[in-house]
């Protein structure tokens, strides 16, 4: 190591990378030694996707606006930053979401886990999927287990055990809010892992959920299966960077996640939004030197063998150069590769073909009086509507302190694989199909009093068939660099959570490496 404190660089500037710094700066004071840190932000401003905009009487989210309570990485993050009195949890009681299927509005029935029922009942008596649907449907109750191993899409998975009509009219509308993504592409393996496993122990998917949702609701249980199905809140997966999944289900080699104690909402937020957890953390950084506006256009590795002092020279976008001992590199995958190509052509090949999708979203603010009846968090699309919303969240009824005032917010979302091209429209194309499909859908014909239109081109990762194969794969290219560190989400998880496990996991590897 160098001669003076070690020095890491930490590129990119979002949720992770803020994360990362943060938690090294802890780690280096509890071990009492100094490390020089750089955050370099190609962008004016912190915090990635994980954006908020205060306008008025409204508070908007560009990007995420929640995470999962049960995944505790953003809550104890929240709280070491001082902001444990501001997390502020979804609306009890009014979580019911819809879908959008044969022109109308369903309630998603009471007890669903992304596609399989875990309360008979109301799966029954719904509307959302046909009779002929549901006896498929009970063929999961009988059909044997794939014993077979590798990877498999989603889809595949949930058709081969409930049918191609729970797959079109739930699994895909759901999935589109969590990931952007086609079910028939998704990995089971890097989405919902448990979901094999539940085949596997109970010969049946529903049985097995069935079995989970009793145990958590046995007396002194701390499991949930969570209810109302997948996106409890419609687009929080779609908003780039956040992630839904049912409880137990976790990617391969991501944390432990448990429920929050005392959490009564599946859904946690910040009062101020979770741009106020982006501030809190680059304000609680002591040491760290954070530069915006600072893309980084070349990484090298410097003669000298593992171990030498500022082993890796950065150049930036002014032509200044950086050395460091080690880098984070806490950017999308196919910025990583074009960093990491000069170093290791496998590694950068490997994830340059971690595909993205691009999406928008649009926000539309109402005087309350001229806006239906809203009861629930808003609805998903079923893929056989043809629509440009991919889903919509009623913000003023499941975030009530993001508004102030006599008025109802809407966040509309539209993007998703294979249909990308109005995300990338102008935005007065992308309004107008949003407000035309709102009119149909919703008999919403208004005049928006607020309207913003917020861009993500290649934002959503896509956790393909046999993504985890080519995770190993990146690391084992990697092997030789121990000083070259990835995190953020197009890895280990997407959502907000996910992104800070990764960051802090990042910390680690980087002041082990360091001595530290």
């Known amino acids: ?37 750089h955050l370099l932000e190609e962008a004016p401003v912190l915090g990635g996707k994980v954006q908020t905009e205060q306008v008025g009487e409204l508070t908007i989210e560009a ?23 501001a997390l502020v949890e979804s609306t009890p009681g009014r979580l019911k979401t819809y879908v ?20 008979l009942g109301p799966f029954l008596a719904s509307p959302l999927i046909s009779p002929l649907g549901k006896l498929r449907m009970a063929l999961d109750l009988v059909l044997p287990p794939r014993r077979e191993e590798g990877d498999e899409s989603i889809g595949a998975f949930l058709r081969r055990r409930l049918g191609d009509e729970a797959v079109e009219v739930l699994a895909g509308p759901l999935l589109s809010g969590i990931y952007a993504g086609n079910p028939d592409e998704l990995s089971l393996l890097a989405t919902f892992p448990m979901f094999r496993d539940l085949e596997r122990r109970h010969g049946s ?39 839904a999944t049912p409880a137990q289900a976790r990617p391969s080699g991501a944390p432990e996640r448990r429920d929050t104690p005392g959490s009564r909402s599946a859904f946690v937020s910040l009062r101020g939004g979770l741009g106020s957890l982006v501030r809190a953390v680059a304000g609680a950084l002591q040491v760290t030197r954070v530069r915006t506006g600072t893309p980084v256009r070349r990484l090298e590795r410097r003669p000298g063998g593992l171990g030498s002092p500022g082993r890796y020279r950065l150049v930036l976008g002014d032509g200044t150069t950086l050395q460091a001992d080690a880098v984070i590199l806490a950017v999308p995958a196919y910025a990583a590769a074009s960093l990491v190509e000069p170093i290791s052509p496998g590694a950068a090949g490997e994830l340059a073909a971690i595909p993205y999708v691009s999406t928008a979203v649009v926000a539309l603010a109402y005087p309350r009086g001229q806006v239906p009846p809203l009861e629930g968090s808003g609805f998903v699309v079923s893929h056989r509507e043809r629509r440009s919303i991919t889903a919509c969240t009623w913000v003023s009824s499941k975030w009530p302190h993001m508004v102030a005032g006599d008025w109802a917010l809407f966040r509309c979302f539209v993007g998703r694989s294979g249909d990308e091209e109005l995300a990338l429209a102008p935005e007065p194309e992308i309004l107008a199909a949003v407000r035309r499909d709102l009119a149909e859908m919703m008999d919403l014909r208004a005049e928006p009093a607020l309207v913003r239109v917020y861009r993500w081109p290649r934002a959503m990762p896509q956790y393909r068939v046999g993504h985890l194969d080519r995770l190993a794969r990146i690391e084992a290219a990697l092997a030789a660099e121990p000083g070259i560190i990835l995190a953020g989400a197009a890895y280990r998880g997407v959502g907000v959570p996910d992104c800070i496990s990764q960051g802090e996991q990042a910390a680690r590897r980087a002041g082990a490496l360091l001595g530290l």
């Open 1 to 37: 190591m160098s001669a003076g404190p070690p020095r890491v660089a930490v590129v990119g500037g979002g949720i992770t990378g803020l994360a990362a710094a943060y938690y090294l700066e802890q780690q280096a004071r509890a071990a009492g030694r100094e490390v020089e840190i």
């Open 205 to 243: 998917l529903v049985r097995g959920l069935l079995r989970q949702a009793r145990g958590a609701r046995a007396p002194g249980a701390r499991g949930q299966v969570r209810p109302h199905g997948v996106p409890a809140a419609p687009g929080q997966g779609q908003s780039p960077g956040a992630q």
């Open 63 to 85: 990007g995420p606006d929640s995470y999962l309570a049960r995944k505790v990485a953003a809550t104890r993050l929240a709280q070491a930053v001082g902001l444990g009195d």
């Open 100 to 119: 959008y299927h044969r022109g109308r509005l369903h309630p998603l029935p009471e007890g669903m886990v992304l596609v399989a029922p875990t309360r």
